[in-house]
């Protein structure tokens, strides 16, 4: 006899309660617990059977993949879609998710394999009018518009599997399991787990679409990342048109990969060059801005760092970042402080990464303080220069991975010029370029600092900067 069980169940980390309570004990959010009923059967216990274990050792084979076509979609997930995998992808509203997805559905339909595209927010029709302003209205790819998981389960079940199901998006799901709303946690975990077992079962590569809260992260509970094999986030700033696909979990591939697209008004565009892209408008000659030659995955970036630095009118002053770990801005101040006699105390510090790209990697302390400094003291940094290198507490320059990689990449895009830590120097090889060394971060400030204009010229035995 199924009894029903009442919970108040977390929407934000989905730990389960008996009452309800303003603040949820398990994460600490306020009023995230909302009433849900699941249905509770009283199952008979039965006594386990044995199963077949297997030695580690022995014949292994890699992953059969599926290329989707798109250059860009496939160097994130690893060389292509894995069978019976399931990713998951999340990213901001209106950033482009169902753009892509259409895209890698219809390039696999025109490879030949059968792709199926469920839409749980938008009818047929609205899919039918984004393909055909994309161009893809000749592809064979499957639409329907359905919200329930088993509906979806047993008219994919007939016949022959499609080799790829798109599901956008995983919070307009509902599964008859569990008695909750859609997009709770309780039906975002079960219509999760009703999906994966299908794509286990019949072979198919799904591709859940998530959305995301105010700081970033999917919406639902992490469980859900758990469950799948992939997480890929999209990403990007509204106001540029580019977009960066970035791997946060994959079990067949790396996670260190980035994919290049472009926003255009006839869909997305990879992008083969994205360094050429990214450099295209930057300022020339403008005191604050340094060339960060940085690695994304496999693949050499440069990118533009822009930094403004200006007296405040504030008690407490300014710091905003965008594109950059504000903590490695923080650290970064501190040294020049410390070490450099650069007191910044008195100034609003604004540091951007130009195109809307995102920074992880420490290699970019080198250029965000000659950034900072050529701001602070209105000396432009040689355009035809790049920088990189990590720094330490300590105020030295330490070396970073990859350094010839870096190095190839900015000669090909015609710069001579290249900064770099002074324990890289055993890595280097003839590269062409002319390189400067450092081994102490105060070296490279003091050699910005002395090219700066008379009035704003860092005086380094007082700590300030003379007005």
């Not at 009452?19 to 039965?46: F, I």
């Amino acid at each position: 006899m199924a009894a029903r069980a009442q919970n108040f169940v977390c929407q934000s980390c989905g730990a389960a309660s008996a009452r309800w309570a303003g603040r949820c004990e398990a994460c600490g959010a306020w009023n995230t617990l909302v009433e849900e009923g699941a249905l509770a059967t009283a199952r008979p216990s039965r006594k386990g059977r044995p199963f077949a274990v297997a030695p580690l050792k022995g014949e292994t084979h890699e992953a059969p993949r599926l290329a989707s076509g798109l250059g860009e979609f496939d160097r994130v997930t690893g060389g292509g879609l894995v069978r019976g995998s399931v990713l998951l992808l999340g990213g901001d509203p209106g950033i482009g998710k169902s753009t892509l997805l259409i895209e890698v559905a219809a390039a696999m339909a025109r490879r030949g394999q059968r792709a199926v595209y469920i839409s749980g927010e938008e009818a047929v029709a609205q899919v039918r009018l984004r393909a055909e302003r994309l161009g893809l209205a000749d592809a064979a790819v499957d639409v329907a518009a359905e919200t329930s998981v088993e509906d979806i389960v047993a008219t994919l079940s007939h016949g022959a599997p499609p080799r790829l199901l798109v599901i956008d998006s995983i919070q307009t799901m509902w599964t008859q399991t569990v008695e909750a709303a859609p997009g709770t946690v309780t039906q975002v975990r079960g219509s999760a787990g009703e999906l994966v077992r299908f794509a286990k079962r019949a072979g198919t590569a799904v591709i859940l679409v998530g959305h995301v809260t105010k700081d970033g992260q999917i919406a639902g509970p992490r469980v859900v990342e758990h469950m799948v094999d992939a997480v890929l986030s999209f990403e990007g700033e509204g106001s540029h048109q580019f977009r960066i696909l970035r791997a946060m979990k994959n079990r067949f591939g790396p996670t260190d990969e980035i994919g290049v697209f472009e926003m255009t008004g006839t869909g997305l565009r990879e992008v083969a060059n994205p360094s050429e892209l990214f450099l295209s408008e930057r300022d020339l000659g403008s005191p604050g801005t340094a060339v960060f030659a940085g690695i994304e995955g496999t693949r050499p970036l440069l990118v533009e760092i822009q930094a403004l630095v200006a007296p405040t009118t504030l008690g407490i002053p300014r710091r905003a970042v965008v594109g950059w770990d504000p903590s490695r801005l923080s650290m970064v101040l501190a040294v020049l402080e410390a070490h450099c006699g650069i007191r910044l105390s008195g100034h609003d510090v604004y540091l951007n990464v130009a195109g809307g790209l995102r920074i992880q990697e420490p290699a970019a302390d080198v250029a965000a303080a000659a950034a900072l400094v050529s701001s602070l003291a209105r000396a432009p940094l040689p355009a035809d220069a790049v920088y990189f290198g990590e720094v330490s507490l300590s105020g030295a320059v330490r070396p970073v991975a990859q350094t010839a990689a870096r190095l190839k990449e900015a000669q090909k895009l015609g710069f001579t010029r290249a900064i770099v830590p002074e324990a890289a120097r055993s890595e280097i090889t003839d590269i062409g370029l002319s390189l400067t060394t450092v081994g102490m971060l105060v070296n490279l400030v003091s050699e910005i600092a002395a090219r700066g204009e008379p009035s704003r010229r860092v005086e380094r035995d007082r700590g300030v900067a003379a007005e």
